[in-house]
């Protein structure tokens, strides 16, 4: 899976509650009309700017609070390819790969605002073209690369049944 697009910049310790604001649970039946307020309390612009394959990036502990499984969700159905981030909320990590969005872990230090960026997740290599450095990452485990190949778990399950994990 090869991605490229810019970078949206957050900080560290990025929580459920800043990616899909409680607020907004009545929403849940609605996902294109949540996708509207994704992140919007960590950056007002995010929701209304991003363009399909851009990229979240973070420091250290996004998605960390609650188990909202909708956070990945939105994330993903706002267009973004995929989150970078320093390191993730367990529970946050899982559900990402459960719903069919990719996360890497890798030292995002020099990555500035709008920067373009190509990432070659099967290889373990993020290039910042805007900079001209890259980074190496351990890449995914093979499983969890089916599963996001296939679109998440249940269009995974749905594919292969649940004795294939």
């Known amino acids: 899976m ?5 970078a949206w910049l957050f900080g560290d310790d990025v929580s459920t509650d800043l990616i899909f604001p409680g607020r907004y649970v009545h929403l ?30 973070a420091g250290k502990n996004f998605g960390m609070g609650s188990s909202r499984e909708q ?23 899982r559900n990402s790969i ?4 990719p996360l890497v872990e890798v030292d995002t230090s020099g990555i500035e605002e709008q920067d ?10 993020l ?5 001209g450095f ?12 089916e599963i996001l190949n296939d679109g998440g778990l249940v269009p995974h399950i749905k594919k292969h049944g649940d004795f294939h994990l």
């Open 2 to 6: 090869k991605f490229r697009g810019r």
């Open 28 to 57: 849940l039946s609605n996902i294109p009309e949540l996708v509207k307020h994704t992140l919007e309390d960590a950056r007002a612009d995010y929701a209304s700017g991003v363009k399909p394959g851009d990229f979240v990036v």
């Open 71 to 93: 956070a990945a969700t939105i994330i993903k159905q706002s267009g973004a390819c995929t989150v970078i981030a320093k390191s993730f909320a367990r529970i946050f990590f």
């Open 98 to 101: 459960n719903n069919g969005l």
């Open 116 to 125: 373009e960026l190509e990432l070659d997740l099967n290889a373990g290599v």
């Open 127 to 131: 290039k910042n073209l805007t900079r």
């Open 134 to 145: 890259e980074r190496r990452f351990a890449p995914l485990p093979p499983i969890m690369t």
